[in-house]
């Protein structure tokens, strides 16, 4: 009988070395389309969050002054009384002292339906690098807590545009029928101290039937809004007066529009990578192929509306280009981009910008 020979050592090291060369080749391919499929998952969750602090935001900024309703008809705007809008904390629990400036932070004012009397909403951007916390934060201005919206929000900037004329007189003081200004509370006919009669925080008494602003011009009659600086809202004059504890600057009763920038990151540390223009706070990433930069939008709402009235412009880039779509909602716009198979998400970052 003929012995049934083997495989010697070196046909066996050889194909061991194929084989295990060959594995190597197929992993060098899948890990990468993992870290592509971890990526891509989480642009769709930021890009969710996104949406959720973008369509929050808008829905009450656009309430700001909307004032009593009555039979489902929206009242006259509480613009008219005080400011609606103001750039810091307001509230029973840690308000911000007078004066305050903070470009993460708003408080509007607003009477909900069938309501009487207004409530608040203040919305800041809650920053812990110690426990890498990061979120926006939403306040109601009773002894309730604050209640988180959204995480991982790590950038939240809002930016005031408003009237460059100062409030005027519509008509006079003894009118019986107003409306008297053209915004702002109208002065008293009788002496409230420390102002003399037809004076109040707004305006002087310059002796004639229609008193005068006390407010600058920042502009033409016509002209477009202008930027309102954080020196402009923190200088005065003060509204009720400037002993008030709860005193707010007269040119906050300029404010038309709101502009907000929002920017998330990836939950996950091992899906950022260094710490630069693509991500706020550095990950553990070292591939490309595994990163989800942060993702920012911009948008702008007009406030003391009874219905929301921000418009958007979402842009995503595509192979011909970035293309972009506007409409009235966002999620419309967004949808309608998508399905155009020349988009993607996974382009550097997607953005929604100002019109």
Do not use: E, I, W
């Given at each position: 009988m003929r012995r049934t020979q083997g495989f010697s050592l070196v046909e066996m090291t050889v194909a061991l070395t194929i084989t295990l060369a060959a594995t190597a080749s197929v992993f060098t391919l899948v890990v990468p389309s993992q870290g592509m499929f971890s990526a891509q998952a989480e642009v769709s969750d930021m890009q969710q969050r996104l949406r959720v602090v973008a369509d929050t935001l808008s829905r009450d900024l656009s309430l700001a002054g909307v004032g009593a309703y009555a039979a489902g008809t929206a009242?006259?705007?509480l613009n008219s009384l005080f400011a609606p809008v103001l750039p810091y904390r307001s509230g029973a629990v840690?308000?911000?002292p007078p004066g305050t400036y903070k470009s993460d932070t708003i408080t509007i004012f607003f009477v909900p339906r069938n309501a009487a009397?207004?409530?608040?909403a203040t919305y800041w951007l809650r920053s812990d690098d110690s426990t890498g916390t990061y979120q926006l934060m939403f306040y109601d201005g009773?002894?309730?807590a604050d209640v988180p919206v959204a995480d991982h929000i790590v950038g939240?900037?809002?930016?005031?545009?408003?009237?460059p004329r100062p409030p005027l007189m519509r008509k006079p003081l003894t009118d019986p029928v107003g409306p008297w200004t053209t915004y702002g509370p109208k002065p008293p006919t009788t002496s409230v101290p420390p102002f003399a009669a037809d004076e109040n925080c707004v305006f002087f008494s310059d002796g004639s039937p229609t008193p005068r602003a006390r407010l600058a011009d920042l502009g033409v009659a016509g002209a477009a809004l202008v930027k309102l600086t954080a020196a402009q809202l923190t200088d005065g004059p003060w509204c009720p007066n400037e002993t008030a504890p709860d005193r707010w600057d007269a040119d906050l009763l300029r404010v038309r529009n709101i502009s907000v920038t929002v920017r998330v990151e990836a939950a996950t540390a091992d899906l950022r990578g260094p710490a630069s223009a693509l991500f706020a706070h550095g990950g553990t990433s070292h591939g490309g192929m595994a990163w989800a930069p942060?993702?920012?939008a911009w948008f702008e709402v007009t406030p003391r509306k009874p219905h929301p009235s921000a418009r958007w412009t979402i842009?995503?880039?595509?192979?011909?280009?970035?293309?972009?779509?506007?409409?009235?909602?966002?999620r419309r716009s967004w949808t309608a981009l998508l399905a155009d198979g020349a988009c993607s998400t996974m382009d550097r970052s997607s953005t929604w910008r100002r019109p």
């Open positions: 009242g006259g705007s840690n308000g911000d009397q207004p409530v608040s009773t002894a309730n939240l900037t809002f930016s005031y545009y408003g009237d942060d993702q920012t842009c995503l880039p595509c192979r011909t280009g970035t293309r972009c779509s506007t409409d009235r909602h966002a």
